[in-house]
């Protein structure tokens, strides 16, 4: 079934334009080389045309001043008939700053597939809003310029984001990788793979019931971010039956300050109105801290348990899917926010309508 408020934007087709565009910070002028890398995987593994405007090239700085500019480069593609699809260069930390600037109107009358994670979560939850479906992954520099080769299974779930009207069955993935790499600062790097582990696989909790809902969430931090601002929210009841889907940076947050966020949506009584939860694999380290494997396991299993508590305690009843290969991690499968999705316990199938 599906909800008649809400657009899916048509799928792309090969040789489509697509624009790209920084609407978080300036990674590109950083680390041209990932850029180009970017770029490159669009035209040669997807075959479809990035427009780059002008904000994919401008500095942190020039971002940082310019959430307006931000703001532009979204309408300009939004309205521009040549361009069929838009990708988020990179994250950041301030997204939020540019949603006073940016029309929700335009995301509806316009409904074009966007492309973005982390900081644009608040685009993808200012999309929900208005009631149009976009794609939390797929992003252009760490997720599709990431070193060694294209993983095959970012490359599936990737072509069915761009191509297909839905992503069907989400399956596990056989192996990831959260290996902290220093590619974007040594160039030299870009065609060494970084080590990969065998996946664990998903892990199963709370309610044994089949569930099925619209997808709503995105990164934790940008969830919560939301909640302080709540100017971007959509009404509590919209949420009544929608799947809840979580995951955290490689900030690598405080499993408790995880938990606070979720009894905050639980207080707010946000958190007993969700159906299920979705939870991507958590990155357990980065190019500022990479500790021992017994601490990095520990970490994953200590912030499994939190999400787990905290979902108990307000809504036992969601059935609780957590280690997707989705979020912060390689390799990741885009998420259709607004999408219709079926959790089904007994089966242990993610299936998108």
């Not at 959509?234 to 979720?262: K, Y």
């Amino acid at each position: 079934m599906s909800d008649p408020e809400f657009i899916t934007p048509p799928a792309l087709e090969p040789g489509d334009s697509v624009a790209v565009i920084g609407p978080s910070s300036g990674g590109a002028h950083d680390a041209p080389h990932v850029f180009e890398l970017g770029l490159r995987r669009l035209r040669e593994v997807f075959d479809l045309e990035p427009v780059v405007y002008p904000t994919a090239r401008q500095s942190n700085d020039f971002l940082a001043d310019s959430p307006r500019a931000r703001a532009a480069d979204l309408h300009a593609a939004l309205r521009d008939p040549d361009i069929d699809g838009i990708i988020a260069t990179i994250g950041g930390a301030d997204q939020l700053r540019i949603l006073r600037h940016v029309d929700p109107d335009m995301l509806r009358n316009n409904p074009k597939r966007f492309y973005g994670m982390s900081d644009n979560t608040n685009l993808n939850l200012l999309a929900w809003t208005a009631g149009v479906v976009s794609y939390n992954g797929a992003q252009l520099m760490n997720e599709l310029a990431v070193p060694g080769e294209l993983p095959d299974y970012t490359e599936r779930y990737c072509r069915r984001a761009f191509f297909e009207d839905s992503m069907g069955d989400l399956e596990e993935g056989d192996e990831w990788t959260d290996e902290p790499t220093t590619w974007w600062t040594n160039p030299e790097e870009m065609g060494s793979p970084p080590e990969y582990e065998p996946n664990p696989g998903w892990r199963w909790e709370g309610g044994d019931e089949a569930v099925e809902g619209r997808l709503w969430g995105g990164n934790q931090t940008i969830i919560e971010w939301q909640l302080a601002t709540n100017r971007y929210l959509p009404e509590a009841d919209a949420l009544d039956g929608a799947i809840l889907c979580l995951e955290t940076s490689e900030t690598i947050p405080d499993a408790d300050m995880v938990g606070a966020n979720l009894m905050c949506l639980g207080e707010r009584g946000l958190l007993e109105r969700f159906d299920g939860v979705l939870v991507g694999r958590p990155p357990t380290r980065s190019y500022r801290h990479e500790p021992h494997r017994e601490e990095r396991e520990a970490y994953r299993e200590r912030l499994y348990e939190t999400i787990v508590e905290e979902v108990g305690r307000y809504n036992p009843e969601a059935p609780v899917v957590l280690g997707l290969d989705w979020g912060h991690t390689t390799p990741i499968a885009p998420l259709p926010i607004g999408g219709r999705v079926e959790v089904d316990p007994a089966a242990e199938t993610v299936r998108f309508e």
